[in-house]
Every structure is written in C-alpha cells, then in structure tokens.
C-alpha cells in the first residue's frame, strides 16, 4: 500500500542491500542527501524509477527502495526516456558517472538534454574512472597520471556543464558531495524543476583520485575557490566575503570589495536568462584561475519532450477518433472477393 | 504459356486478345521516371481486378543516383495471375523501358520473344552513352529475339496536354502513366482505380491531375489505335478465398501487426527507432497511428532505440524497436540486457545485404546467425521469421504473444524483399484473433518482499510496473539471483540463471503449432527445407517437381528459435535434405548442428531473391545423384 506521503522519511527509502562502495567514497554522502531529499517531494514512493549506467556510480538503484534499473554502459538516458514517455507521472532519475555520461554515454546525453524530456539527470563527476579502477576519464584534467596515462593524458578534459547548456538544457546545476546543505538545496530545485534537469556533482574518489576537488570541498578552501550563485544576487566570495566577479567586456575578472568597487559593479546572477550566455560564461570559471560557481545556473521554461509526444496522442484522437482494429484494418483500397 | 483467342475491332485494325494465365511485367526507368508508382498503380489495379498479385521493387541505394545512368535505375515488378502465385516471377514476359540504362540492365531478364515496350524519345546520344551503348540498341538489330515496341512516350505526353500551363519538366513526369495507360490497354486492364487515385492524390492541384489522366488515356489509346499493335492479352480473376482484401507490403502488415497485438493485449505500442533502409517505412507507418495511441521515438543512434525499449518495456509498453543488420549489431548489448532483465521487446531486423553498410537497398538472410546467436555470454532470445509481406502481420502479433508470455526478448525476422513487396491481405475476422493475457501482479508474491524473478510454469518472471505500491524492485544487468532478483555472483546462481533463461527459450516449442509439410510428412526422397521469404520460391519449385512426379517435399520455417518439436524427426524421415537460403548455408549449419542431419546448402547471396528455377534445377540434380531414383 502506498503510504500516507507526509510519513515518509529517508529511511523508507533504504534499500535492504548492502553498500558496497568504498569506505570514505563521495557517493554516500550524494546518496544520503538524496535519500533525504526524495521523502520532501510530494511523490509517492512507487513513483519513482532511478535508472543508471555503469560505474561505481551507477550502482545507485540498487541502494534506494524504489523502482530501478541498473542499466548498461552509458545509456541511462535512453532507458529512462522509454520509461518517462510511457509513463510521464512517474519521476525518472538518471544516475550517471563523468565516464558513462560523457564517454560513451555522450551521444545519449546531449538527446536526452536537448529534447527537455523531464528526466534529473545526476552527473557523479570523480574526473576518473573508479569502476575499472583509475583510468583518466573525459572530466580529467590535461596531463592526468594515471595507469593508462603513465606519461600524462594528452586530450583536453570536457566541462560538464557547458556541454549541458551547450544542448540546450533548460536546467543546470551544480554541487559537491559533502557541502550537504546545498546538495540537497540543489536536488530539491532539480526535483521541481519540469523538464531535463542536469546536475554535476563533484564526488571525491578517494582511492583513485583523492582530492580532486579539495579547493572546493575542503572547510579551509572552499570560500574562497568556489562561488555559490543565488538569482538575483552579485557574485561575492571569499572567507570574509570581500571578493566579486565583475564583467569586463565579455570577460569576468576577481574583483576586491570595499574601497572603490561596490556590490552593483558586480556581475549579478540571472539563472532565468532566456539567453544561456551568462550560464555559459559562468560556466567557463575554473580552478584555480577563478572561484568556481556553485548552484544553478540555468532555470528557464520549455514544454517537455514527453508532454509534447503524449500531446500528440491526444491530438490525434480528438481528430480522428480512437482507433479500432476496424478502422487500422479498412484503411487505404480494399476489395471483396465473392 | 496457353492461349485461348478471342477477336476485338478497335478503331480500323483487328485486335487478338489472347487469353493467358499469368503474366510478369517489369517496369525499368530512371529513379526519377516513377517506376514504383506505376507499378503500385498497375499492382493495385491487379489486385481489385482479381487477380492474384505478387510484385518485387528494386531501386538504387542512391536517391538521386545521375540522371540515365545504370546506377539510377529503378525498376518494379508485378506477376499477376489466375492462379495462386507466391512469387513475383522468374522470366519477365513483358518489359517496360524508359531509356538506355533500364534496358542495358534489365533485358537479360526477358524471355526470348517476350514483349519490349521502350520510350523512343530517350534513346538519343547521351542517354545511350550513359549506359555505355556504342551504338543505339533499337537499330543495331540486337533486340530481334523480342518484340519491340518503340513508343514515343514524351512526344505522347507532350501532345496530350497541349495547352496545359504546366512546364514541360512537369509534363515529363507523367510520362509513366503514357506508359502504364499502354500496358493496361496490352493487358485489359481497367482505367478506373487508377483515375480514381489521381484525383485522390492531386485533388488539390487540377493541372496535375489533369495532365496524368490525360497521360494514362493517351497511353491506352495509343495502344488501342496504333497500327503496330494487333494482339493483347487478358488473364481472367483468380480463385481466390472470399472476403475483404486489400494489398500490404510486409513493413506495412508489421506495423498494422504490431498494433492489432498491442489492442489484442490492451496495451498500446512504444516504436523506438533510428532510421535505416529498409526499416524506415514501420516508423513512417506507424508514426501515422497516433490515434491508436502509438508512441514513436526516433531516436538519436540504434542503441539509445533499442535501450529506450527496454525502459519502454519495464514501464508497460508493448515495446518495439525496428532496424537493418548494421543497426543490430549496435543493439546486441541491449539485447543482452533486455535478456538479463527478462523483458517482453521485440526486435525487428529487416535483413538486408551485408557486411557493414552492404547493400542497403537489396535482400540478404545472412543474419541469421547474428539473431541466434550475436550476443555475449549466454544470451538465447526467440527468432521468428515471417514468410510472406501478409505474413509479417501474423508474425509480429506472434511475436508479441511469445514476448509477453515468457518475458522475453523476441527477434522478428523480415528483409528487404518482404519489407517491399507487397500481396493481397485477406482481412481478418476480429475475432479470429487471438486474445494476449498480460498480468500486471498488483501484490506482493513474497512473504515479505516482492520477488521480481519468481517465475512460473513457463519460467516467466512477474512484469511488474514501476507506480504498483510495494512491488519496488531493480532490475539491471548484473546478475541477479533467482526468485530474489538480488545482486548475484554466486557461481552456483550464475549456472542455474544461464541454464533457465536458455530452458525458458527452449520451452517456447510447446506452445508452437505443427510442422506443415507440402508434399509426404511421412518421409521420402528429398526434403526442401527454407526459412522467411525463400517460402514462395521454394514452394512452387516443389510443387513443380512434384508435379512432374519427383518425391519431393517442403517445409518452412516461421520458428527459428526455438525449432518446432517435431522438426528433428520429420528431417529424419528423408533421404536427403535441401537447405536454399540466401546467404552460405545459416540454418543449414544449425539444422546440422542440432539433429545431426547431412543438410545441403543452396546458397544465393546476389542481393537478389531465387528465382523459382534455381530451386527446380537443384532439386533435379539431387535427384539425378539419387541413382535416377
Ligand atoms: C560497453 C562497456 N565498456 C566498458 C565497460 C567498462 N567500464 C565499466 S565502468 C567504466 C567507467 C566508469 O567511469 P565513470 O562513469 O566515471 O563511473 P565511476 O566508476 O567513476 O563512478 C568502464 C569503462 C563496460 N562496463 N561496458
Ligand atoms: S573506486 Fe572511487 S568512486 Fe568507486 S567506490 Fe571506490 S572511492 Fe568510490
Ligand atoms: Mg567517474
């Protein structure tokens, strides 16, 4: 039986099978914050299909007592379409890893994003392949040691978020797996958000690739190498908050508070932009040049894929009647034969 | 071919209408001359007329191949009849060219003396030159084995419509219907239906239709008063079983299937796809039946299509995904994952000429192998094969009954010669159909828990539906244990999944109908055994031998994975067994490896059906090798 949706809580989403990744991996904290986020969303809990790729990752579903399914290398994004246009009341979440999504996966995920299908699309970005333990991966930064990199990976890394409003998404965030407030903050607006949502978490993996976002997740470092983007709001960062991004030209510099420069100088956030301009100029900030943003950098409206296909269904029936085997069968020249 | 006579006065000259019992036409031109319109025009008037049709396009891979030149030739043929025929024909008797190129590669196919209907007005230098003619063909004499008809079909076309505001381009692409109006008047066919579907189609644009009815008049007319025609022929209705017909090619009787078995099931369809020839015409189709509530999704690549099946399928859809061989290769690890997660999908391959991209417009059965067995690890699905363009309607709801009742993936296999030709479809009673039971469980099975891989008498899992309170469950790839569906690596659990999931496939048989045999089911001197669309050729060859008093028999398959029950013993019951297929010897290499039988292979692997006299003659010569037995 469903269960009355106020009762719901964290727990009733726990799966019965045992976590197994390793002690100290980011994914448990993303895990938990979904699972806290998932009983606030008015949903009830037969209602919502995690579907996933492979990776450490995309181990996912099987973690959360919900509808799910595991699926194969990269295209989380298609099976999830599937099951979002037959059943566009269900809330379908995408699982995926900066392998799975952007690797093989690329082609997937770019559709997935430009046809707005409602899917929350969760990007776990460790910069590394945890699954088949330490390959670089396409998130890897230039020059990447890793064991099929001994000499340094040679191609230069994607960035995540501007691939996503590259396809034109409609939604797109980011967070980081221990900032637990704003992960859930995070998840919350992706949840309410209709149409594809994308979110990049930075994931620490701690056996690969320990550390790769500590100047964003660390308590000592993170103030002043990240910005957290809020609607409406100058972009102020720093310890005591005595730093902004201001736009030279099309060019955002760091700028000091205080003395001459005044909050209104600064670049003001407009994640509802109908243009994706700024959410795309914002997403060209990157360590260790810049604080890199936190938070959603785009949020604007547009029907949804399967709104849109299912509409069409409706269309069809107003204008033509329900069909019938009679009608599907007589169709076109027919004959008798006596 | 045996005539009866009849006089007609037409105009001043006298007319013979000899009376014939079968006739093959071929339409040849360039893509752009209309060669397919007019041989649907000719097939459907056929069809309504009463004769028994059977037709074969071939066109060009390119879509504008150079104007005249051998690649661009599009041909059509039609074999219609008086009779029960179930193949479109191996000897063209009348042949249709409108210019150089169809001719250099089509005559080969006209019989000696058959009739030679060519467009005049094409055959000047440079079109000549296009197909590599040194010198025109009509002059030199080498077409004296046939009768020759030179018609001037643009000046035909052009005199028709004098004073028509249409370009004289626009005029031009009538000229298929001058022609089509000259053979109808060569085989008394009826103008109606195809007047009437002119104004159908160019309602809306008068000068149009204006300027193809005027054409196909002129045509017939021409016949009708020209001097130089003094015999035509008619081939009376056939015998056919009454009812309610209407032509289908074999994409369109799978699109109508797949939707008649999602209303028998109550469910609707989900056609997930990428476009590819020849499979693109199921997602034209069935893009067209919104109103039966047909979700198509044109995906971004073949694996996003067959995995959007999958998603499709464990939401509750009666999930489909359509391609050609190059796309089946993209899906085989979605195949293993729809396996893994036991999920009813069907898959339909449109086989055409391989390897890699092959030859995308012509016919193969070279995947074969690729259905039954192009998958990683242990990966057994259902493989089926319609024999007929009707047939594929029969098929796809056959598919989607084994799909749902065991839970599986189900491969549907058609190709490129099925998919475009096209018969006569004797309208189903609706209640002829049979009905598909699907269960939804709604309760947990388990004491406490719902258990996603609790199978029943025929090893299906439960289809539970994500949105059913406490049935929350993952699927996925890895494997699972049995019954639980939990994360699995036991190595105990693995032989016992791998040797269920191929006993649930094997288990298929009991539910399939018997054999049947053409010809001794009790055994004899030669079996012809076949699979998809070798049924018509294969058929009427044994029907020759046979009437000529070899003891020879056929059978064909429509189930290839599993085989029927009693496929084993009836090869068993004969002294040898023939295997034609169009690729080098697939079933045959199963059928040997399964029964242990010393099948021989007739391979054709030409892009090209058989033709009914490759069979007849091996099947002599395996007679001749059995002591003149
Ligand atoms: C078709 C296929 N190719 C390769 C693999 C091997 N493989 C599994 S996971 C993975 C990379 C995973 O990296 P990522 O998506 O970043 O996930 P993570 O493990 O880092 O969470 C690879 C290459 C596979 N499972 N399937
Ligand atoms: S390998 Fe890395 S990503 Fe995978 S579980 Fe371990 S810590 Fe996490
Ligand atoms: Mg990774």
Known sequence: MSQALTQLTAKDFASDQETRWCPGCGDYSILAQVKKVLPTLDTPREKFVFVSGIGCSSRFPYYVNTYGVHSIHGRAPAVATGVKMVRPDLSVWVITGDGDALSIGGNHLLHAIRRNIDLKIVLFNNRIYGLTKGQYSPTSEMGKKTKSTPMGSVDFPLHPISVAIGAEATFVARSVDVHVKHLEDVLVRAAKHKGAAFVEVYQNCNIFNDLAFEYAAGKDTRDDHTVILEHGKPL???????????????????????????????????????????????????????????????????????ALANQQIATARSQHGEGSLETLFDDGETWVVN | ??????????????????ELDEIVVRFV???????????????????????????????????????GSLAGVSGFQINFSSHDIRTPGDQVNCLVAMNPAGLKSNIADL??????????????????????????????GSLKGFRLFRVPLDKLTTEANKGSSLTSRALGRCRNFTALGLVYWMFNRPLEETLRWIDAKFGKKPEVAEANRNALKTGYYFGETCETFIENY????????????????????????????????????????????????????????????????????????????????????????????PGIALKAEGIGLAVCTELPVIIINVQRGGPSTGLPTKTEQADLLQAVCGR?????????????????????????????????PVMLLSDGYLANGAEPWRIPDEKSLPHLKVIHPARKNGESEFLPYQRDAKLARPWALPGTPGLEHRIGGLEKEDVTGHVSYDPENHEHMVKTRAAKIAGIAKSLPKLEVLGSPQGGDLLVIGWGSTYGAITTAVERCRAQGMDVSSVHLRYLNPFQQDLGDLLKRFKRVLCPEMNLGQLSKLLRAEFLVDVKSLSKVQGKPFMVRDIVTAIETMMKGNNGR
Request: with cysteine; glycine share 8%.
């Open chain 2, 1 to 18: 071919m045996s005539a009866t006579t009849a006089a007609s006065a037409a105009a001043n000259k006298t007319v013979k209408t000899l």
């Open chain 1, 236 to 306: 102020i960062f720093g310890k005591n908050r005595d730093k902004g991004i201001r736009l030279n030209g099309t060019t955002p510099e760091i700028v000091p508070l205080g003395g001459d420069i005044k909050e209104d100088d600064l670049l003001f956030h407009d994640e509802r932009a109908p243009e994706p301009t700024l959410a795309y100029l914002l997403s060209r900030m990157h360590h260790p040049e810049f604080p890199e943003p936190l938070g959603v950098f785009r949020a604007v409206q547009r029907p949804t894929y399967e």
């Open chain 2, 376 to 408: 990683n690890g242990e990966c057994p699905v259902a493989v089926l094969a319609p024999n007929t363009p009707a047939d594929c309607f029969n098929m796809a709801i056959e598919a989607c009954r084994i799909a749902i009742e065991y839970m599986t």
């Open chain 2, 111 to 140: 019989e000696p003396g058959g009739i030679l209907l060519v467009n005049e007005d094409a055959f000047n230098k440079v079109n000549l030159q296009k197909a590599g003619y040194a010198a025109s063909p009509l002059d030199d």
């Open chain 2, 234 to 325: 008619k081939v009376p209705k056939a015998r056919i079983t009454p009812g309610r017909y209407r032509k289908l090619t074999g994409n369109e009787a799978l699109a109508i299937g797949l939707v008649t078995a999602a209303r028998l099931a109550g469910k609707d369809v989900f056609y997930g796809t990428y476009p590819i020839t020849p499979a693109s015409d199921i997602l034209h189709q069935l893009s067209t039946y919104k109103n039966f509530g047909v979700l198509t999704f044109q995906a971004e690549d073949e694996i996003a299509a067959m995995t959007s099946v999958i998603g499709a399928a464990f939401a509750g859809a009666i999930a489909v995904t359509g391609t050609s061989g």
């Open chain 2, 29 to 67: 031109g360039d893509s752009g001359d209309g060669m397919q319109l007019a041989g649907t025009q000719m097939t459907n008037t056929s069809a309504v007329f009463g004769n028994d049709v059977a037709t074969l396009p071939d066109f060009p891979a390119e879509i504008r191949a150079p104007a």
